[in-house]
């Protein structure tokens, strides 16, 4: 009975533990979701810089990058997360509430199995996204680095604390899980470095060397951003005509999503007017000037130069008058 109690106690412990895990991820991809739908940039978090300052769109570039959507669906990863960080605490929550009424057949329930799974594939996709930003992205992101330090927490407590007390049925399920969520996550990783950045195929009656080539032509060739589709305000042009005279310029890439966001705040004629200097940092960008970016330490998309000083993030017509506001202001003390 008092081995019984012992294993009966580390259990719930355990599930506890993931609970609260679990529920942190929740709180945090919850808050992503929101920022990401919302358009608007994250608050700035330890590593979120690249440069020592404006350390908060180093985040925002990332969050807002091709690779922090699902392809196709333009479905945010952070509400995949949300949903897998929430069913991991419910399901973990409802058995630890049992509390006495724990047993060891209630151990080896369905929903232990499914919280092994779980957890073990949502370890394995956080080392995936740790690559990526690490080889791909080459950002530092506070958010990134909390959210696989607790995928990867719950796999491991899950494992340790037995939730499947079957050593052999553990095993399996935890490394079926594992290889499904890598190929998974090859799969994706595929489909946004190569599907999404290439513009559609027209359907022909051309040879298949012909439509290969083609995409081939297409993946190298310069991509270009959005077309901007809303017409731009009154309001828009006087803040335009300002940004001008204060000889601003807006850094962007060509699959940001805030930086089309932007664009769509200004509206069309702003720009093809050349009120507004859109420069393209992306290496593959239409018209890129990479090496500009690079040499004035651009830390995410889209960032705003005015008068010479960078301000990160998506900015409304409001937020823009009161920048200009400052800066007139600053000038006019001088």
């Known amino acids: 009975f008092f081995i019984f109690f012992i294993i009966t106690f580390i259990l719930m412990k355990t599930r506890l533990l993931l609970s609260g895990l679990s529920s942190i991820g929740s709180l945090e991809t919850g808050y992503l979701t929101y920022a990401k739908l919302a358009s608007i940039p994250v608050v700035a978090g330890p590593f979120c810089s690249d440069a020592g300052n404006l350390a908060e769109s180093s985040c925002s570039s990332v969050l807002s990058s091709a690779y922090s959507v699902i392809?196709?669906?333009?479905?945010?990863?952070?509400?995949?997360?949300?949903?897998?960080?929430?069913?991991?605490?419910?399901?973990?929550?409802?058995?630890?509430?049992?509390?006495?009424?724990?047993t060891k057949n209630e151990s080896q329930s369905p929903f232990d199995t499914i919280l092994l799974a779980l957890t073990s594939s949502m370890g394995t996709f956080s080392v995936y996204l740790l690559l990526v930003l690490s080889t791909v992205l080459h950002k530092s992101c506070s958010y990134c680095y909390l959210s696989s330090l607790l995928s990867i927490s719950m796999a491991a407590v899950a494992w340790q604390g037995g939730i499947v007390s079957n050593k052999t049925k553990a095993f399996v399920v935890s490394t079926s899980s594992m290889?499904?969520?890598?190929?998974?996550s090859a799969a994706l990783f595929y489909a946004t470095s190569t599907l999404a950045n290439t513009p559609p195929v027209s359907a022909s009656?051309?040879?298949?060397?012909?439509?290969?080539?083609?995409?081939?032509?297409?993946?190298?060739?310069?991509?270009?951003?959005?077309?901007?589709?809303?017409?731009?305000?009154?309001?828009?042009f006087v803040v335009s005509e300002r940004l001008k005279n204060s000889n601003a310029h807006m850094y962007g890439a060509y699959w940001c999503s805030h930086c089309f966001n932007q664009k769509q705040t200004l509206g069309k004629e702003v720009f093809t007017q050349g009120l507004v200097d859109y420069v393209e940092c992306d290496k593959q960008g239409?018209?890129?000037?990479?090496?500009?970016?690079?040499?004035?330490?651009?830390?995410?998309?889209?960032?705003?130069?005015?008068a010479g000083k960078l301000y990160p993030g998506e900015k409304t017509l409001e937020e823009l008058e009161k920048l200009l506001n400052g800066i007139e202001r600053s000038s006019s003390m001088k």
């Open 71 to 102: 392809p196709v669906v333009n479905l945010p990863l952070t509400s995949v997360a949300f949903v897998g960080y929430s069913l991991v605490a419910i399901l973990s929550a409802l058995t630890f509430l049992k509390g006495k009424e724990a």
């Open 179 to 184: 290889i499904c969520t890598t190929l998974a």
């Open 205 to 236: 009656t051309a040879p298949a060397a012909q439509i290969l080539q083609s995409v081939k032509e297409a993946q190298q060739s310069p991509k270009a951003p959005p077309e901007v589709t809303q017409h731009s305000s009154p309001r828009a």
């Open 286 to 306: 239409l018209n890129s000037e990479f090496l500009t970016c690079r040499a004035k330490d651009i830390p995410g998309y889209p960032t705003w130069e005015v």
